[in-house]
């Protein structure tokens, strides 16, 4: 099951790779759009991490059978840390893939100076350039952020016992490598591993970043009986 970032949508490089692997080892597969995304329904503007979550949480509880591997890439690395939260019984593992865990806290927040939050707080929305897409500036809304405080995971151990790969870039600008760290030591799970990819960006989106993709995912997928 695959879990897209922030303004991103289920036609993505990486989601399709994995369909594909998927459908060679003949196992099932599911993508989607939350809410305000791609093809679904609903105004980007009014969505939250929790409202996000519950979209995945419905696609697993009503779409897939037996236990699941979630991969999340930026924001659904957070929203499935979230799932397996919520369903340890049906995660039988995880790939977090530059996973932004409470992004809207230590990303956002943190880094607007007074000017920022206050206008932030008093009109409701902040927009800011997208690198990937200059004509879809990212809304930041007031809701994102204090929605984003309830579903904060890094001030706690992270009750997730399942295996958990995580990679990041250490060229990645938009949610620093040193998050992926963060995520392992407060995962309660003995078997964690991170792989750094030296020259690796935010969206590992090339050829070779898709191939190690590929070879975690199959290996994860084998290691639980996949």
């Known amino acids: 099951m695959f879990l897209t970032g922030y303004m991103s949508d289920m036609t993505g490089e990486k989601a399709l790779r994995l369909e594909a692997l998927c459908a060679r080892r003949g196992q099932a597969f599911v993508r989607f759009d939350y809410q305000g995304h791609g093809a679904s329904s609903g105004q980007f503007r009014d969505g939250t991490i929790g409202l996000w979550a519950g979209d995945a949480l419905a696609v697993l509880d009503q779409l897939t059978q037996g236990p699941q591997v979630l991969v999340g890439s930026s924001m659904g690395g957070w929203i499935m840390l979230l799932l397996a939260r919520a369903r340890p019984q049906r995660i039988a593992g995880l790939v977090g893939i530059a996973a932004a865990a409470d992004f809207t806290e230590q990303l956002i927040w943190e880094r607007y100076d007074a000017n920022q939050r206050r206008t932030l707080m008093e009109q409701g929305f902040l927009e800011e350039p997208n690198d990937y897409d200059p004509a879809k500036p990212y809304i930041i809304t007031r809701?994102?952020?204090?929605?984003?405080?309830?579903?904060?995971?890094?001030?706690?151990?992270?009750?997730?016992a399942a295996p958990v790969r995580l990679i990041?870039?250490?060229?990645?600008?938009?949610?620093?490598?040193?998050?992926?760290q963060a995520i392992a030591e407060k995962l309660?799970?003995?078997?964690?591993?991170?792989?750094?990819v030296k020259n690796g960006n935010h969206r590992l989106s090339d050829p070779a970043d898709l191939e190690r993709l590929e070879r975690t995912v199959a290996a994860l997928l084998d290691q639980v009986g996949g």
Request: proline share 10%; glycine share 4%; aromatic share 2%.
């Open 143 to 160: 809701a994102l952020i204090e929605d984003g405080r309830r579903h904060l995971l890094l001030q706690a151990p992270i009750p997730i």
């Open 188 to 196: 309660v799970s003995a078997d964690v591993e991170v792989t750094l």
């Open 168 to 180: 990041h870039g250490q060229k990645d600008l938009d949610v620093p490598w040193p998050t992926a």
